[in-house]
Nanobody
Framework: QVQLVESGGGLVQAGGSLRLSCAAS????????MAWFRQAPGKEREFVAY????????DYEDSVKGRFTISRDNARNTVYLRMNILHPEDAAVYYC???????????????WGQGTQVTVSS
């Protein structure tokens, strides 16, 4: 199982940008699909973005397409989420997850980080 630690969250004004990082430990990182989810207060956790093990495939939740970019660096065991043009509704705790699978949708695996808070002021 992969251990995951997110960072990079914070407070940003609407229209601003943040880059989240997720550092992984464990030798299986480079063979795992990786994804970001988020959970806002009172809402269910939702899928945000996915990247395949070799960065050959990505997928995004519709509301973030064109604004967010997921990427990974297997040499650094790190996955990133670049978030541009942030909206107040993007505010949530963002979680990194590993070991899932993507068919018609992303099914998360067993490994989750502790989350990083993103706050967007209007």
């Amino acid at each position: 199982q992969v251990q995951l630690v997110e960072s990079g969250g914070g407070l940003v004004q609407a229209g601003g940008s943040l880059r989240l990082s997720c550092a992984a430990s464990g030798r299986s990182f480079s063979t795992n699909a990786m994804a970001w989810f988020r959970q806002a207060p009172g809402k269910e956790r939702e899928f945000v973005a996915y990247v395949s093990w070799n960065s050959g495939n990505t997928d995004y939740e519709d509301s973030v397409k064109g604004r967010f970019t997921i990427s990974r660096d297997n040499a650094r065991n790190t996955v990133y989420l670049r978030m541009n043009i942030l909206h107040p509704e993007d505010a949530a705790v963002y979680y990194c997850t590993a070991g899932g699978a993507f068919t018609t949708a992303y099914r998360p695996g067993p490994s989750w980080g502790q989350g990083t808070q993103v706050t967007v002021s209007s």
